[in-house]
């Protein structure tokens, strides 16, 4: 049954009753022949696994609490108040042009020779033995000497310490640095001291 609406030049036809619902008469049985519908809660497997993958995502985003950040915490140095400046200086000694010998370096075969282990000297120092080991291999072969001693057996004298080469070598090297630490100290003081 159709209704006619009435128009002076265009005549439109609204179906009425059971053809206005498509799937009205469809029994239980026929409605796994029809394609599926997204009002059903159907949706395309690749849609549906990513729809799955993020739902946790969702729900701790739902449950997140929100969090005050902490505010900056202004200096309460009173104005005109001078800020201390101290002078700080890296120095290397490069043998060959590219293996460099400074503080740090200097401070491992100090270790090395105290623990008389590289092992235990790279662990104390952050520092994976391999990279240790190679590294005093090459300083060795640019300085041309040879800086440690390796003594098996047990007992304080066992284990690796520097060679009395090395303790020389590490000494003078000490030397150099306080002579230096001492002449960047003066001209520090003789140049900020009329700041």
């Not at 239980?28 to 997204?38: E, F, K, Q, T, V």
């Not at 800086?147 to 303790?167: K, N």
Request: aromatic share 6%; charged share 25%.
């Amino acid at each position: 049954m159709t209704r006619r609406t009435p128009g002076p030049s265009t005549r439109m036809v609204v179906p009425q009753g059971p053809a206005a619902r498509p799937n009205a008469g469809i029994t239980a049985d026929m409605r796994g022949m029809l394609p599926p519908s997204r009002k059903d809660g159907w949706m395309p497997q690749s849609r549906r696994a990513c729809h799955e993958k993020h739902a946790p995502m969702r729900q701790a985003q739902s449950m997140r609490v929100p969090v005050r950040r902490p505010t900056a915490v202004r200096s309460r140095r009173p104005p005109g108040a001078r800020t201390e400046v101290v002078p700080s200086l890296r120095l290397w000694v490069v043998y060959g042009g590219r293996i460099k010998f400074g503080h740090g370096r200097a401070e491992l075969l100090r270790l090395i020779h105290e623990l008389g282990s590289i092992r235990e000297a790279a662990s104390q120092a952050g520092m994976s033995y391999r990279n240790l080991w190679g590294y005093l291999q090459e300083l060795e072969r640019a300085s041309g000497m040879q800086l440690l001693l390796r003594q098996r057996g047990r007992g304080p004298t066992a284990g690796t310490r520097l060679s009395p080469d090395g303790e020389a070598f590490l000494a003078r090297y000490w030397r150099f640095r306080q002579a230096v630490d001492r002449a960047v100290s003066r001209e520090f003081a003789r140049v900020y001291a009329t700041r």
